[in-house]
């Protein structure tokens, strides 16, 4: 996606997508959490985890809507991949580490 032009941003940008990325990912992080039944792990159901999903789509849209008009759609298509990625990233590695030390404890 980065190696067509139009879609490359300023490396500040990108960094200030992936740090707000990563801010929205302690709520993720804060909102799921482990079970153990029987001999199997589950990710717990949290009731907050849908509205806060919601939420965030919410805010995604309008920043969009709002930074759409200062900039064009490729790069904003690009900050939006980076904030993803800087979201999905530490939640990810935090449900790793919150699964390994569920399963050592057994």
Partial sequence: MFFYPPVRVPWSEALEAFVVGIIFSF????TSSFERRSDAIY???SKAFVFILLGLLLFRIVLKLYLGQYISIEETSGLFFILAFGMIAPWRIAMYLKFKKLQAVH
């Fill in 27 to 30: 709520l993720l992080i804060r």
């Fill in 43 to 45: 990710l717990k159901r």
